[in-house]
């Protein structure tokens, strides 16, 4: 059974940075495609970033040029570098995997992500 933990959430001030990580464990994860979205409150969870097995990425307009995913397939772990932070950007954070290769708009759908963290909260404080 996949299981994803998310870690590295806080409260930080605007302009500042977190990084956060989620783990994976429970499977062989080089070939998943890997994904990050986030839930405010009273609204619908979104994308931020994904991540295929071969390192193509792609990234919400939102957050384009300041957020990077990464990940180390050895360690079955995916990051997102979060930096020049924002009010807005808070949110519960939550990490995603898909067994094989998203590609293009398919990246951005959460519907199909087969497994999911229980969350983080990103909390940034004006």
């Known amino acids: 059974q996949v299981q994803l933990v998310e870690s590295g959430g806080g409260l930080v001030q605007a302009g500042g940075s977190l990084r956060l990580s989620c783990a994976a464990s429970g499977g062989t994860f080089s070939g998943y495609t890997r994904g990050w979205f986030r839930q405010a409150p009273g609204k619908e969870r979104e994308f931020v970033a994904a991540i295929t097995w071969n390192g193509n990425n792609r990234y919400a307009d939102s957050v384009k040029g300041r957020f990077t995913i990464a990940r180390d397939n050895a360690k079955s772990t995916v990051y997102l570098q979060m930096n020049s932070l924002k009010p807005e950007d808070t949110a519960v954070y939550y990490c995603?995997?898909?067994?094989?290769?998203?590609?293009?708009?398919?990246?951005?759908?959460?519907?199909?992500?087969?497994?999911w963290g229980q969350g983080t909260q990103v909390t940034v404080s004006s």
């Open positions: 995603a995997a898909y067994a094989g290769t998203l590609y293009g708009n398919h990246l951005t759908l959460k519907e199909l992500y087969d497994s």
